[in-house]
């Protein structure tokens, strides 16, 4: 039975369809990754080496909705370094150090 499905295959038919498939896929596969890399959007890497010293408590005693949202403010001059009490002091002294190196 399953042999006579088999012959009934238009087999040059089923070829072009799975060709023009994988063609199209290639097409949209390389427009995803031009639109993905014309929209990337560029973070400040000063943001990842801040939050590296911070305590990660994302108490929110800064008045910012985690420790990453502080660093951001950090580096956007919208927050004090000062406003995160739960730092060590050695730590809030290379984030000073961070923020007026890069600025």
Same mark, same amino acid.
Request: proline share 2%; with cysteine; aromatic share 6%.
């Given at each position: 039975?399953? =042999?006579?499905?088999?012959?009934?295959?238009?087999? *040059? =038919? +089923?070829?072009? =369809?799975?060709? #023009?498939?994988?063609?199209?896929?290639?097409?949209?596969?390389? #427009?995803?990754?031009?639109?993905?890399?014309? +929209?990337?959007?560029? %973070?400040?890497?000063?943001?990842?080496?801040?939050?590296?010293?911070?305590?990660?408590?994302? !108490?929110?005693? !800064?008045?910012?909705?985690? !420790?990453?949202?502080?660093? %951001?403010?950090? *580096?956007?001059?919208?927050?004090?370094?000062?406003? !995160?009490?739960?730092? %060590?002091?050695?730590?809030?002294?290379?984030? =000073?150090?961070?923020? #007026?190196?890069?600025?």
């Amino acid at each position: 039975m399953a =042999t006579m499905l088999l012959a009934e295959i238009n087999w *040059t =038919t +089923f070829g072009i =369809t799975v060709a #023009l498939m994988l063609g199209v896929s290639a097409v949209f596969g390389v #427009l995803i990754l031009l639109t993905a890399k014309f +929209f990337e959007v560029k %973070k400040d890497a000063r943001i990842e080496r801040i939050l590296a010293l911070l305590p990660k408590a994302n !108490c929110g005693g !800064c008045g910012h909705a985690g !420790c990453e949202d502080f660093a %951001k403010a950090l *580096t956007e001059g919208k927050a004090k370094i000062d406003d !995160c009490r739960p730092s %060590k002091k050695e730590a809030r002294a290379e984030i =000073t150090d961070i923020l #007026l190196k890069s600025d």
